[in-house]
């Protein structure tokens, strides 16, 4: 049976690095996805809908036809980019975090004075994360490397994210580490 986590010291604070924002982004997905398959769904299903056709009578649909319902349309930029963003930003708004930060305890605060960021810093934030990803995720990858923890896109919206800091029982003395 694990031990109980060690109670929070009051008023002290760490960066969340690497790995945890990893895992919280992990748990993001798997709400947010759901909700945007059910949009998607929704939007697909108010449409003309072409793979109905095709499963009926595949002979009688035309390439142009085809070639058309894989065009994105607006709604589907809506669906499938507006729509997180907008969810996103506004747990960010209310909570300073998400569903998977707040998993952590984790929250984003502004950079310089602790405080909840602007609305203007997590609109920039949420648009950095598209800056972070696009050589191959390098931006996310720096959080493993910063010294505050920053991925491109805090950096871009001059925030960090933190978590209260665990205080700790004392030193660990391990079997055969020479310590007595």
Do not use: C
Request: no cysteine; proline share 9%; aromatic share 10%.
């Amino acid at each position: 049976m694990n031990a109980p986590a060690p109670p929070a010291v009051p008023g002290e604070f760490e960066y969340v690095g690497f790995w945890p924002r990893f895992v919280a982004s992990i748990v993001d997905t798997l709400w947010v996805t759901p909700v945007v398959l059910l949009l998607g769904f929704m939007v697909e299903n108010a449409s003309t809908n072409v793979s109905d056709e095709l499963l009926r009578d595949p002979a009688h649909v035309s390439v142009a036809e085809l070639s058309a319902a894989l065009v994105p349309t607006p709604m589907d930029f809506v669906v499938q980019f507006l729509v997180p963003a907008v969810l996103i930003v506004l747990f960010w708004m209310r909570r300073n975090a998400t569903p998977g930060k707040m998993m952590l305890n984790a929250r984003i605060v502004d950079a310089d004075t602790g405080a909840a960021p602007t609305r203007r810093q997590l609109v920039i934030r949420y648009l950095g994360y598209y800056v972070s990803l696009l050589p191959f995720g390098l931006g996310f990858i720096w959080i493993a490397i910063d010294p505050r923890k920053q991925g491109w896109h805090d950096r871009l919206a001059h925030t960090v994210v933190v978590r209260p800091r665990l205080a700790t029982t004392g030193s660990v003395r391990l079997p055969g580490s020479g310590a007595r």
